[in-house]
């Protein structure tokens, strides 16, 4: 016992000290935020909220971005992770590992594919230039059907047996008992999007299309670029508080993070 309680207080002091050192670039960059002229000063706030108009440019073309891509994902994700779930077949088995093996490729191993197809679809230079490689992910199908085969098959074939048909058990069954999934594919989604650097710095040339987090990452702000970071990270905290605990849920039942 009294090993099991030491070993249980190092554990403890461990992770209590990674959270302390995760959080200090936080408290770092609020206690900047706070200061003008090296004085205690609201002015930071004043000058992004009030005087720098292309901030909520930006902040609102990340909100759209965002949106707009768990509009189309969440459908997709869902249709297409029942598919894998209840299919049994060789060949959508090997799609699925086609699946998981595009999930874990890095994006520059997509670049010139999407850049070339983006052309051709005439969507360069265009919010749909980031939001149609986001909204058709790998990511999205896998986590739902591995959902889905957590669920006890009796209750679906109990349906069957009743008449019911695919669509009515997917829309009556499926989609009620998948809310936690729904939810982490939501938030986790949100999170990869509300951050979204890359494609739009190479698929969109017009600043007005830019996004909040690009922005943010080059000089555009200069001194009052800690209030910016400071206002842009509370939308995602926000989020994430109100719906962990069906983050959580739907990551550990999936099986997949």
């Given at each position: ?38 004085q ?54 090997a ?26 679809m ?71 999007n ?18 909040l987090?690009?922005?943010l ?16 990270a ?9 719906c ?8 550990c039942?999936s099986n997949?993070?």
């Amino acid at each position: 016992m009294c090993n099991k309680g030491i070993r249980f207080l190092v554990k403890k002091a461990l992770l209590t000290a990674f959270s302390v050192l995760c959080l200090l670039p936080v408290g770092f960059a609020v206690v900047q935020a706070l200061q003008y002229g090296g004085q205690f000063s609201f002015r930071q706030f004043e000058e992004i909220l009030l005087y720098r108009k292309e901030f909520f440019t930006w902040f609102w073309n990340s909100v759209l971005y965002a949106t707009a891509i768990l509009a189309i994902q969440l459908p997709l994700s869902a249709l297409a992770g029942y598919a894998f779930a209840q299919s049994r077949g060789r060949l959508m088995g090997a799609v699925f590992t086609l699946y998981i093996f595009v999930m874990i490729l890095p994006f520059q191993a997509t670049l010139v594919p999407q850049y070339l197809a983006l052309h051709r679809m005439g969507c360069s230079n265009t919010p749909w230039a980031v939001i149609l490689p986001n909204a058709v992910g790998a990511f999205g199908p896998v986590l739902i059907a591995q959902y889905i085969r957590g669920i006890d098959p009796d209750i679906l074939n109990a349906a069957r047996s009743e008449g019911a048909t695919e669509w009515q058990i997917f829309l009556r069954f499926i989609l009620p008992m998948c809310r936690p999934a729904f939810t982490a594919l939501a938030v986790l989604s949100f999170f990869m999007n509300w951050s979204c650097i890359d494609q739009v710095l190479l698929f969109v040339q017009d600043s007005r299309l830019s996004t909040l987090a690009l922005e943010l990452s080059g000089q555009h702000f200069g001194p009052v670029r800690y209030a910016a970071d400071v206002v842009y990270a509370i939308l995602p905290l926000l989020v994430y508080c109100s719906c962990r605990d069906g983050l959580e849920r739907g990551i550990c039942l999936s099986n997949i993070l």
